[in-house]
């Protein structure tokens, strides 16, 4: 079966654009009755962006520092709509007419419902995530690593998270309303394979 899918293209857009793709996406999903509670408010959304306009326009006079800032907010910002993609291809379940009114672009050509390599799902506890990934041939153990942007929006670095030899891993100790990324590799009798694309989940 194929569907189509919101496309994570706004990633590679110039920095300084950002703000313009990202307000016309909240336009859009701004009381649209096919994304009614999106996994990050709208208002979150816009208080990222509004920080990203007023990063960029600080950078203006070439500081170093000021520049570092921009490049911050606008990672912190892309992060929240890449999780928004995630939010609408669940909601949109495949239909092209509902990832369009969403903002954001759609893939051209309806795409394979490949199973994911990797899912994240709430934890039996508040704080906590369940990460799941698929069994890999001829794998003894599983390498996961783990990033963490706060509530207040403050990314951190990526960290080991576990080694497993089980397809599952409870990661705990999480700031509620945190973002969670995690990725995967197997290490396997031939290697360690490449680490999965990262995957995010709003902790509660």
């Given at each position: 079966?194929?569907?189509?899918?919101?496309?994570?293209?706004?990633?590679?857009?110039?920095?300084?654009?950002?703000?313009?793709?990202?307000?016309?996406?909240?336009?859009?999903?701004?009381?649209?009755?096919?994304?009614t509670?999106?996994?990050?408010?709208?208002?979150?959304?816009?208080?990222?962006v509004?920080?990203?306009?007023?990063?960029?326009?600080a950078?203006?006079?070439?500081?170093?520092?000021?520049?570092?800032?921009?490049?911050d907010?606008?990672?912190?910002?892309?992060?929240?709509?890449?999780?928004?993609?995630?939010?609408?291809?669940?909601?949109?379940?495949?239909?092209?007419?509902?990832?369009?009114?969403?903002?954001?672009?759609?893939?051209?050509?309806?795409?394979?419902?490949?199973?994911?390599?990797?899912?994240?799902?709430?934890?039996?506890?508040?704080?906590?995530?369940?990460?799941?990934?698929?069994?890999?041939?001829?794998?003894?153990?599983?390498?996961?690593?783990?990033?963490?942007?706060?509530?207040?929006?403050?990314?951190?670095?990526?960290?080991?998270?576990?080694?497993?030899?089980?397809?599952?891993?409870?990661?705990e100790?999480?700031?509620?309303?945190?973002?969670?990324?995690?990725?995967?590799?197997?290490?396997?009798?031939?290697?360690?394979?490449?680490?999965?694309?990262?995957?995010?989940?709003?902790?509660?």
């Amino acid at each position: 079966m194929t569907a189509f899918k919101a496309l994570l293209d706004f990633v590679t857009i110039p920095l300084k654009t950002k703000p313009i793709f990202f307000k016309n996406v909240i336009t859009h999903l701004t009381n649209n009755p096919f994304y009614t509670t999106p996994d990050i408010p709208l208002e979150t959304l816009q208080s990222a962006v509004d920080d990203l306009e007023l990063a960029i326009l600080a950078a203006a006079d070439g500081s170093h520092i000021a520049i570092s800032a921009m490049h911050d907010s606008a990672d912190a910002s892309t992060l929240l709509f890449k999780h928004t993609v995630g939010y609408v291809n669940r909601m949109a379940n495949g239909e092209l007419t509902k990832i369009l009114s969403s903002g954001f672009t759609a893939s051209s050509q309806p795409v394979a419902r490949d199973k994911e390599v990797l899912t994240l799902s709430d934890g039996p506890r508040s704080g906590t995530a369940k990460a799941t990934t698929h069994a890999v041939e001829h794998a003894g153990a599983f390498s996961w690593e783990k990033r963490i942007t706060s509530a207040a929006g403050v990314q951190g670095p990526w960290e080991p998270a576990g080694l497993t030899t089980q397809t599952t891993i409870i990661i705990e100790g999480l700031e509620v309303r945190s973002i969670l990324e995690v990725k995967v590799a197997a290490v396997t009798t031939t290697g360690v394979t490449d680490f999965c694309a990262p995957v995010s989940i709003i902790i509660k």
